[in-house]
Antibody
């Protein structure tokens, strides 16, 4: 069975850094388009970033320049390095796969989600 | 404020059909056939139920169907069941630069 698990969330002060990890089971990160999506308390879902099969990345304007999405193919693990954290980054962060897997193009839909990890940025 | 507009709540009785709308612009919903819908039960991760406007992932009931007209996408759930009570979110590709936008979510109550 295919699933995802995120780790690394916690309480951080504004301006601090945190690294989230996402480890899939049942499929390879290098063969898929992978995303981070977040949900702030009481708010809707917000797309954060994607890492493409070729390793290139795109970011939402709200995190561009502060967050870095990377992957380690040998560990089959994804990472979201979050720097210069702000209170508005407080959210549950979900790792999600673009899918269902098809003929190679991104669907910009998310067929597998992890349970999420909470990031709380507060002084 | 979310980029896509959904009604805050809808309701229906078991066996009935309901439709949830998702209104965007020509830069997102109207410009691409890349609208998705998600079902989310409390405390759970979202579940993809519709992608590419009308397609259902394997294992999703055919009681769920999607459509689009202009800048508005719609999710219809027929033969409502108690377990359909959940929050529903739409999303759309929005082109290079913005990439993905979501709706604010609609709470479905099965009466």
């Amino acid at each position: 069975e295919e699933h995802l698990v995120e780790t690394g969330g916690g309480l951080m002060q504004p301006g601090g850094s945190l690294r989230l990890s996402c480890a899939p089971s049942g499929f390879s990160v290098s063969n898929n388009y992978m995303n981070w999506v977040r949900q702030a308390p009481g708010k809707g879902l917000e797309w954060v970033s994607i890492i493409n099969r070729d390793g290139s990345t795109y970011y939402a304007d709200s995190v561009k320049g502060r967050f870095t999405f990377s992957r380690d193919n040998s560990r089959n693990t994804l990472y979201l390095q979050m720097n210069s954290l702000r209170a508005e980054d407080t959210a549950v962060y979900y790792c999600a796969r673009d899918g269902p897997p098809g003929l190679g193009e991104r669907r910009w839909a998310f067929d597998i989600w992890g349970p999420g990890t909470m990031v709380n940025v507060s002084s | 404020q979310s980029a896509l507009t959904q009604p805050a709540s809808v309701s229906g009785s078991p066996g009935q059909s309901i439709t949830i709308s998702c209104t965007g612009t020509s830069s997102d919903v109207g410009g691409y056939s890349l609208v998705s819908w998600y079902q989310r039960h409390p405390g759970k991760a979202p579940k993809l139920i519709i992608f590419e406007v009308i397609r259902r992932p394997s294992g999703v009931s055919n009681r769920f169907s999607g459509s689009k007209s202009g800048n508005t996408a719609s999710l219809t759930i027929s033969g409502l069941q108690a377990d359909d009570e959940a929050d529903y979110y739409c999303s759309s590709y929005a082109g290079s630069g913005t990439y993905v936008v979501f709706g604010g979510g609609t709470k479905l109550t099965v009466l």
